[in-house]
Each structure stands twice: as C-alpha cells, then as structure tokens.
C-alpha cells in the first residue's frame, strides 16, 4: 500500500471533549528527511520502497494529510519525581490516528493546549536517541513503542544552547498512561475515569472485555505486565531515567524515552539522568518505583475497584517482577532450569560485576562462548579473583545442565545481545546528524534491530565503553 492510501480512524475522539484537544501540527520550516524505518512501515502495511522522502517529511511536518487524520493532543496528569502534577497532558505530541492497532503520534510537532510554558517542539539530539531506541528495545523482545521515521530542519530549537528542531513518527498499540486515570481521579471526575477504563479495555485488554470482573482483571494485568517489563529493563542494564506516572503506559510498554542509558560498567545505583540528583529512578530503584507507580494507578482506579482487589494485586507484582528476572537470568546464563541456589548465584554475579567494573553487555556476550577457557572473561574484570571465584559456582552449576555446550553457546548467543545502544554510541550519530550526515543513525537503526548479530564495521561498538565515554549522564532537556 502507499502512504496516501492510508485511512486512519480516531477512536479516542468518541471520548468526551476532556479528553483532548483537537490541534494541527505546527510545520517545521524546510524538513529535511532523515531516516525512514522500514519495518514502522510495513507495521502499518505500507511497502517501504513506495515511501518517497517527500511524502514522509509531508506526512511528518503535518502537510500530508492521510484520509480519517484528526489530530489531536490527548489530555493527561501524572506524579513527576513524587508530586503530583495536575494536569500535563501531550505538550508536543500530536496523534494522527490509528490505523492496522497503532496509533500514530508526531512528537516536536508544535503546541497544544497541554503545552504550559514549553515551545512543543524536541531537539534532534533526543529525536535520534527516541527513534532509535525503541527498535532497539522492540529486538531485545521489550515491549515498547516503534518508530516509522524521523525529520530534521534548520529551525532553531533554543535549549541549553540553541539545537535544531525535528520530529519523530512514533506509534503504539495506546497511548493511554497511569497518569491519564490520575487526571480524571483527581479532577473527581468518575463517569470519564469510567470511560477510560472501558477505553483501554478495548484498546489493549480486549480478552478482558467480557469478563464480569474487567476491571480488576484489567489492574491485575497491569501490574503483571509492569512487573515484566521491569525485570526484561534489568536483565538488560536499561535504565529510563524518568519513571513518573506520565511516563508509565497502561498498556505495559516501554514509552517516553528520555536520559534513558544501557549502563556502561555494572553498577547497581546509576543514574542516567543527571536531574535526578536524589536517585529516585536510578537502576536499583526501578522495581520500586514501578510499584510506587501503580499505587498511585490503584489510587486512580479505586472508585471503579474495591479496595481489598486493588490491594491484592499489588501483592502479585514482587512475585511476578523475582520469578520473571529469575527466568531471564537463567537464560543469560544458559542455564537449562531452576535448581536451589540460582538466586544466590544471580546475587554473587552482579556483586562480581560490579566489584570489578565490568560492562555487562560485552560480558554476558563472552560467556555466551565460555567452555571453560577463562581469560577473555577475566581480561573485563579488575578483580579476576572475584570472577574466578564466581565462575568456579558457575562451572558446578553447569554440570547440572542436561544441554550440550554448543546448544548452551547457540541459545545464549541469542539471548545476550552483542550490540546495545550505549550513550556513546548515540551520541557519535547525533555529532555527524548535527553536521548533515545521518548515515550513523541509519546504519544505527540496522544494529539496533539486529542486536545479536555480527556488524564488523562496528565491531568496537561491542566492546566495553572506553573509559572517556563512560557514563555519561544526560539533562531531561530535550
Ligand atoms: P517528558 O518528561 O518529556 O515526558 O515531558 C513531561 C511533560 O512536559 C509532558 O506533558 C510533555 O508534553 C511536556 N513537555 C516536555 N517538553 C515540552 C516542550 N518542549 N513543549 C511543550 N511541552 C513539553
Ligand atoms: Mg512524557
């Protein structure tokens, strides 16, 4: 199909008026096509070698209007660092509608109702580092939002510094937050709380619909899929940097990537985001506050949800979160199943990993070959000793394997991506697209979405960070 042969339907205009707030998007001045992400396309059943430039940046820059388009903004409050905020609502977000179950949305677009004091466009910095990681995330097998595609301008953005705007083509199954039931709970309005649950029903728990319990069934699920998603951040060194309430879907992805970073060296307490000086979402803090989180969506919820079945299940998120880390770590070390022991043997890994100021990407990559020859594991370590020590439990609890090695090796090296999307790495591909040259970002896109692959061009990519570039901490500008 082509682009202008695209019908779109807005499902979210049925809602009450409260809802949103109907508004174009603001063109860029001259758009400058960056990069289209094939598969975006084909999730929308576009052919991508139909797509021309022009038409991406028109549908993009708000000047090509696909058939059924209404833009909108949609209308949202939510807890940011722990205070509630009474209303946010999409600031430089405009939806175009949904089509094929994803809801295209333009972020940089201009401003809404929703926009206070802010400009509603984004910088081309972030855009990169949003529209390539949700690729990446999405081949990790972590649910999330895609990407479609990307345009830049000349339009100066002013920030710390003056940057040049552009816009990204975002799309999801929903884009309805914790913080779009606060809004509504908050405000006491209930019969529109009541409208959003059967919303987002429809949207993302259509299984639940007819159940004579919805909406507990609907919150259980929530929070198993938080949980979830939460351990699959762990298991991979991802940290968000900005888990407030509005930045939490209720459909369990990953959304809203800001000072987001795959961690360099293992270290439990990282913030990547570098206004966050208390901590609060650094990476050990990420289960509680996902449970934080959906207390306060259970706060939300409680005019349409007794009390006792919201409190119940809260209870099943630390359950759901241990077993499904603990599943994802036995993967990562090839282990065949569960035996007494393992959680010790996780706990010692990351103490290991952290004593010797181990990257844990390339670590986990080189034990995907390990049979026993040691030194490329204990060449990452500046504690060999500790490693030593932890690979000698490793060797016993191997012997428990009833898998061939090979088969061990061919499963992990499936598992354990060669290539993350590290800070640094970005941020070589933001240097050239700040200078006109988006080729890194382009071939980017492919490593982020072949992650267990081999890319000789960008072997160096999969080593450790060198020192200079490691953990490097970014503002929430953007
Ligand atoms: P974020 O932390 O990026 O998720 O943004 C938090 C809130 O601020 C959301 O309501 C955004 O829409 C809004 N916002 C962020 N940046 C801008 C901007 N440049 N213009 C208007 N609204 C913004
Ligand atoms: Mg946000």
Redesign the pocket.
């Not at 946010?88 to 977000?93: E, Y």
């Given at each position: 199909m082509k682009l202008t042969d695209l019908t779109l339907t807005t499902p979210y205009l049925d809602l009450d008026p409260i809802f949103y707030d109907k508004v174009s998007p603001t063109p860029l001045h001259r758009p400058k096509f960056i990069s289209l992400n094939p598969s975006g396309a084909e999730l929308l059943g576009l052919k991508p070698d139909l797509l021309k430039p022009d038409e991406v940046n028109g549908l993009l820059n708000g000047t090509l209007i696909l058939k059924g388009s209404i833009p909108y903004a949609m209308c949202y409050a939510g807890h940011q660092f722990g205070h509630y905020v009474p209303r946010?609502?999409?600031?430089?977000?405009i939806n175009l509608g949904k089509s094929n179950g994803w809801n295209l949305q333009l972020k940089g677009s201009g401003?809404t109702l929703?926009?206070?004091q802010?400009?509603?466009?984004?910088v081309l910095r972030s855009s990169i580092r949003e529209y390539l990681i949700a690729e990446a995330m999405h081949a990790l097998g972590i649910p999330t939002t895609r990407s479609f595609a990307l345009i830049g301008s000349e339009e100066r953005v002013a920030r710390e510094r003056w940057e040049k705007g552009a816009i990204v083509l975002r799309l999801s199954p929903s884009w309805i937050r914790f913080g779009s039931f606060e809004y509504f709970y908050h405000t006491h309005r209930h019969r529109e709380l009541k409208s959003l649950a059967d919303f987002l029903l429809a949207e993302s728990y259509p299984h639940l619909q007819n159940s004579p319990e919805s909406y507990v069934e609907m919150f259980r699920e929530i929070v198993s899929r938080t949980a979830e998603l939460i351990a699959l951040w762990q298991s991979v060194g991802f940290n968000h940097g900005?888990m407030?309430t509005?930045?939490m879907s209720a459909a369990g992805l990953t959304i809203?990537y800001?000072p987001y970073a795959f961690m360099d060296t293992f270290e439990s307490g990282y913030i990547c985001n570098h206004t966050d000086t208390y901590g609060r979402y650094s990476y050990d803090s990420q289960p509680g506050i996902g449970l934080w989180n959906l207390q306060c969506l259970a706060l939300a919820l409680s005019p349409l949800i007794p009390k006792e079945k919201l409190e119940s299940a809260l209870e099943l998120y630390a359950p759901i979160y241990s077993s499904k880390l603990q599943e994802l770590l036995r993967a990562k070390l090839g282990l065949d199943d569960e035996h007494h022991g393992d959680g010790e043997l996780y706990r010692e890994l990351f103490k290991m990993l952290e004593g010797g100021y181990v990257d844990m990407t390339p670590f986990f990559r080189t034990l995907s070959r390990y049979d026993g020859e040691r030194s490329s594991l204990l060449a990452q370590s500046l504690s060999t000793e500790t490693m030593n020590r932890w690979l000698d439990r490793y060797d016993a609890r191997l012997e428990l394997n009833t898998s061939s090695t090979p088969k061990r090796h061919t499963r992990m090296l499936c598992t354990n991506p060669k290539y993350v999307l590290k800070n640094y790495i970005l941020q070589e591909s933001i240097e050239l697209a700040e200078q006109g040259d988006y080729t890194l970002v382009n071939n980017l896109l492919h490593i982020a979405q072949n992650p267990y692959d081999e890319h000789e061009r960008f072997e160096r990519y999969a080593r450790a960070t060198p020192s200079e570039h490691k953990n490097i901490r970014l503002s929430?500008s953007?």
């Open positions: 946010l609502g999409d600031g430089r977000a401003q929703y926009s206070r802010g400009d509603g466009r984004a900005v407030n509005d930045n809203d800001g929430c953007s």
